[in-house]
């Protein structure tokens, strides 16, 4: 079963399209793009859905307003969400596990930080109440 997406702020005149010529448009790209040349299978359309202004196009500058998001970003803050990934769920599913990875060690680099400094504190406050020698 192969899921197909077209149109959007790149070809508008697909939404005004009649569902046959939808279906027979997204056969002619599969064909084009996934199945080798002399495949003569039938297509069988399940179901179409047209959604007018459905998944956003990133427009010119994306990437370096990105950039600059990340540049400007403080130590600890995380930002996270389609606008860095892509909207596919796929996409914001892997995004959100490698995320969830960096922001774990993020946090456990930082308490052992913490934890190495509260003993440095510890011995030295030691240190500093034993009696002088004589």
């Known amino acids: 079963m192969l899921l197909c997406y077209i149109g959007g702020s790149r070809d508008v005149?697909?939404?005004?399209m009649a569902?046959?010529?939808i279906a027979k448009q997204c056969d002619q790209d599969i064909r084009k793009v996934l199945l080798k040349?002399?495949?003569?299978g039938e297509a069988k359309t399940l179901g179409i859905r047209v959604w007018p202004r459905a998944i956003p196009q990133y427009e010119k500058g994306h990437l370096?307003?990105?950039e600059q998001i990340a540049q400007n970003t403080p130590e600890g803050l995380f930002l996270g969400g389609n606008y860095k990934t892509g909207v596919a769920f796929g996409d914001c599913v892997d995004y959100?596990?490698?995320e969830a990875k960096t922001i774990s060690s993020y946090v456990k680099a930082?308490?052992?930080?913490v934890a190495a400094t509260k003993s440095a504190q510890e011995l030295s406050n030691e240190k500093?109440?034993?009696p002088l020698a004589a």
């Open 37 to 40: 040349p002399g495949w003569g």
């Open 19 to 21: 569902e046959a010529d």
């Open 64 to 66: 370096d307003v990105l």
């Open 13 to 16: 005149g697909i939404g005004d």
């Open 110 to 113: 930082r308490l052992e930080k």
């Open 128 to 130: 500093a109440s034993e």
């Open 96 to 98: 959100g596990i490698q």
